[in-house]
């Protein structure tokens, strides 16, 4: 059975799923009824961070121009340009063992695309959520629903993977900004 969290919450993920290793990473959304002559494009990325909390290479992001980590620890499985539909809109497979020993933390965030240009924020998305999958049996271990607390945002730090004690755990973020993924890259830098 999948455990809810709510905005702030921890919990382990790997000390209660002996050998958990490879799990997805589903990202959801839906738009609210909007009239502003663009279409809405989201973004899920993950941002491979170090003990600080940074970014030690600019390869160290995974998102829509750069799908796959060079470790192969973490893969977006593709940009989705609609968000239509139920279930998972964006996927990021992270293969827990292969993650390199200088990384400490995994961010999975959700932008939108060209937000400022389209007039666009998170005030008018609804239904966000991330979940992790046991990859083996396709089990949702962990949910996490952001709720309708954003308005004027352009990007959300949704949920993060960290290490402690030789663990993983994972953390309910739910933190916006304004400035899209720029303001992440640079807050991550």
């Known amino acids: 059975?999948?455990?809810?969290?709510?905005?702030?919450?921890?919990?382990?993920?790997?000390?209660?799923?002996?050998?958990?290793?490879?799990?997805?990473?589903?990202?959801?959304?839906?738009?609210?009824?909007y009239d502003g002559g663009a279409a809405f494009d989201l973004d899920a990325s993950a941002f491979l961070l170090n003990a600080n909390g940074k970014l030690q290479d600019p390869k160290d992001m995974v998102f829509f121009n750069n799908l796959k980590h060079y470790s192969g620890s973490v893969i977006h499985t593709g940009d989705n340009l609609t968000g239509e539909g139920e279930g998972d809109d964006e996927q990021i497979k992270v293969d827990l063992s292969k993650i390199p020993?200088?990384?400490?933390?995994?961010?999975?965030?959700?932008?939108?695309?060209?937000?400022d240009s389209r007039k666009q924020n998170f005030g008018q998305v609804s239904n966000a959520f991330i979940r992790i999958v046991d990859e083996s049996n396709g089990k949702e271990l962990i949910r996490y629903d952001l709720g309708e607390d954003f308005s004027v945002e352009t990007a959300v730090v949704v949920g993060e993977l960290y290490r402690h004690a030789g663990e993983w755990?994972?953390?309910?973020?739910?933190?916006?900004?304004?400035?899209?993924l720029q303001a992440l890259r640079a807050n991550f830098s």
């Open 1 to 33: 059975m999948s455990i809810s969290l709510t905005k702030g919450q921890k919990i382990d993920l790997t000390k209660g799923n002996p050998g958990l290793s490879k799990i997805l990473v589903g990202l959801g959304w839906d738009v609210n009824k």
């Open 101 to 115: 020993a200088s990384v400490e933390k995994i961010d999975f965030t959700v932008t939108i695309y060209e937000a």
């Open 169 to 180: 755990k994972f953390s309910a973020i739910g933190s916006g900004f304004k400035g899209g």
